[in-house]
């Protein structure tokens, strides 16, 4: 069993910045990728995010692009991401979530294929 930890959340202004963390405990780190999700009131949970745990490939959401940064610290298994500029669109509630299968490439952005989930962290962007 994987428990995952979100912190970091929090009300920030727009054009500010936020780190979020992730933290995995319950079993041997040696997932093989994880995810950043997020929903709004009323919308379908959707990617933000995902690092490959081996190698440290990155992918991210075009809405999100050049604005919030993935990584991870395996000696602490934690994942984390950097919100810079964020704008009021990002306010949701953030999930990370951890894998341990592997899939092509474009599938990590699909919420099934994840298999542990924390309880979220809400960030709400004011404008």
């Known amino acids: 069993q994987v428990q995952l930890v979100e912190s970091g959340g929090g009300a920030v202004q727009a054009g500010g910045s936020l780190r979020l963390s992730c933290a995995a405990s319950?079993?041997?780190?040696?997932?093989?990728?994880m995810g950043w999700f997020r929903q709004a009131p009323g919308k379908e949970r959707e990617f933000v995010a995902g690092i490959r745990w081996s190698g440290g490939s990155t992918d991210y959401a075009d809405s999100v692009k050049g604005r919030f940064t993935i990584s991870r610290d395996n000696a602490k298994n934690t994942v984390y991401l950097q919100m810079n500029s964020p704008k009021p669109e990002d306010t949701a509630l953030y999930y990370c979530?951890?894998?341990?299968?592997?899939?092509?490439?474009?599938?990590?952005?699909?919420?099934?294929?994840?298999?542990?989930w924390g309880q979220g962290t809400q960030v709400t962007v004011s404008s």
């Open positions: 319950g079993r041997t780190f040696s997932s093989y990728a």
């Open positions: 979530a951890v894998t341990y299968k592997q899939y092509a490439s474009s599938r990590y952005r699909t919420a099934s294929v994840y298999d542990y």
